[in-house]
């Protein structure tokens, strides 16, 4: 049995050019952030409750049991993450700045969606090594699972992941962690874990693009920091990834100030 699962979501699109500018028409995102929410394996159902619990404290009426946190307003959001902040799982992000990005390099479909995942798994590596002396029961593993998107083939991923693994080269993912045969996918609406890392990637991308009015919100974020994952006090370099690297990208004011309690 697994010790962990990792379910993977995404907020923003991996399209580039024609970006979103405040005040004009919409455009691709500036940023794609993949987000994991981990948790214990044998803690997988409580994150039914914990679903649960989120959308009674929001108060949301939609059929049904799923959230989806772009559809809540300000105040449910707060309060979604006021429910997450004191459960046991982690966040781990990665968040690509595709202005700053050669997009000749990502030519090809899924090309920088598997391309960021593959620091997302890394991460996903480290922090259940890191936790495996808290979780005895299991082999170890985490078994991964990302919310379907339309036109990604996961045996596809699969195969990227074996390669990057049997290349030995160019990445630091702890293999023995990663059980590659059971990566799968799902339907957002059908797994509650799904949904609690939708809203992980989405509070995250909150605090970095921008709204149509030109503003950033870090509240939701700052809400979920102790979710987030650190070494040390080093999120920089694991829970909140930035590609390229946060210095490299220009970032104004309100930007800037979503990193402060990070830092």
Known sequence: MHSFIAYIDESGDDGFGNYRIPNQNGGASNFLVLTACVIRHSRRLDAVAWRDEIKSSTKKQNPGRSIHFAELNHGQKRAACGVIQDKPLRFASVIGHKPSLDETNFAEKNQLY???SRFLIERVSWLCRDLR????EGDGRVKIVFSRRGGMSY???QTYMTLLRDGGEGNSVHWPIIDIPAIDAKDHSTDA??????????ATASAFEHDKYGNVESQYLHLIRNN????????????LKFHPAHEE??????QAASL???R
């Open 133 to 136: 002396r808290h979780v005895p």
């Open 114 to 116: 598997f391309y960021l």
């Open 155 to 157: 045996p596809d991923f």
């Open 228 to 239: 987030i994952y650190a070494r040390s006090n080093n999120f920089l370099s694991y829970g």
């Open 260 to 262: 402060q309690v990070f």
């Open 193 to 202: 874990g799904l949904q609690l890392a939708d809203c992980g990637a989405s």
């Open 249 to 254: 990208i220009k970032m104004d004011g309100q």
